[in-house]
């Protein structure tokens, strides 16, 4: 079983985020071994620079060892649905573990952006962390179900 794993900075503060986002992780469990990893913030009142390069060392310290590291940024490869679930099912083949960086609200760090292997992007409109987290898990719940020929929105 493939394993994934979200790597996000910030948690989710409001109910109605953890709800949702609780919700497509128990519907992902049957497809895939998944775990959310929250990193604190930092305060942007010190320096973007230096809150992005501090919430980037912790998530970097967060990293699964061997995964395939996956940033969400909005220059990443765009792709809709069906496309995202080709793209999920070739990483599957290789047997590595994916994690996906989220970013806090001054994006994330250049040197983690170095170091992925690969940028995905949600969508070219910037989104809050906490919306963000939800659409991708709601994207990987959509690719399975797609994957396996299962009954999804249109």
């Known amino acids: 079983m493939m394993r994934i794993t979200i790597v996000a900075v910030g948690r989710l503060k409001e109910r109605w985020w953890r709800d949702a986002a609780e919700e497509y992780l128990k519907r992902l469990r049957p497809y895939v071994s998944i775990d959310v990893v929250e990193v604190a913030d930092r305060d942007l009142g010190a320096g973007v620079d230096r809150a992005m390069r501090e919430e980037g060392e912790a998530v970097g310290r967060a990293l699964p060892a061997g995964a395939r590291v996956v940033a969400l940024a909005a220059d990443g490869l ?22 996906f960086v989220l970013g806090g609200s001054a994006g994330i760090d250049p040197a983690l952006l170095a170091r992925a292997d690969e940028r995905l992007s949600l969508s070219p409109m ?4 906490q919306m963000a987290r939800v659409v991708l898990l709601e994207q990987v719940y959509r690719a399975f179900r797609i994957l396996r020929g299962e009954p999804y929105h249109r």
């Open 126 to 129: 910037t989104f809050p962390h």
């Open 78 to 99: 765009a792709l809709g649905s069906e496309g995202l679930a080709g793209w999920l099912d070739e990483r599957m083949r290789d047997g590595r573990p994916l994690a």
